[in-house]
């Protein structure tokens, strides 16, 4: 995780003006309210449950993430010299946020969450990937999923 405390001082200058885009708060498209929604998590952190077969590099495929997982369950094998996993470590909610979720469904700001979950190797050129993500898309669709929760790592 990059820390401000640990830059040189002309990093620790420029980290803060850099620019931040702003967006109009019109949503690109319409929908049911966040209370009536069903949710989906989708990350690029390289998760997967303990002895599902690992990522590897450029992997274009995807593991399947119950939401009965516990933390412990969950690995990452996202492997790259500029990534920090001490996050995930301390609280898998960083990259995974699935416990924040059902506290959210628990009380419903949020309608529910999919029976199944998704991650992606990161880093990876999306492009093809694009017959494996409209494959999921229709996956989501049969589950009645309405709404991804994306998460790139």
Not at 30 to 51: D, F, M, Q, Y
Not at 60 to 65: A, C, E, G, K, L
Not at 125 to 152: C, H
Request: aromatic share 8%.
């Amino acid at each position: 995780m990059a820390r401000l405390d640990r830059m040189s001082e002309a990093e620790r200058a420029h980290v803060p003006a850099l620019p931040c885009p702003s967006f109009e708060r019109t949503p690109w498209v319409i929908g049911p309210a966040l209370k009536e929604r069903r949710i989906v998590i989708i990350s690029t952190a390289g998760l997967h449950r303990k002895g599902d077969r690992p990522f590897t590099v450029g992997a274009t495929d995807y593991r399947v993430i119950p939401v009965t997982i516990a933390a412990n369950e969950l690995v990452m094998s996202h492997l790259s010299t500029n990534f920090d996993r001490t996050g995930f470590q301390q609280d898998w909610n960083v990259v995974f946020p699935l416990d924040r979720l059902k506290e959210l469904v628990a009380c419903g700001e949020i309608g529910s969450l999919a029976q199944y979950h998704y991650s992606f190797m990161g880093a990876t050129d999306p492009r093809p990937m694009e017959d494996t993500v409209r494959r999921l898309a229709g996956i989501l669709r049969k589950d009645g999923v309405d709404s991804a929760l994306l998460l790139p790592v």
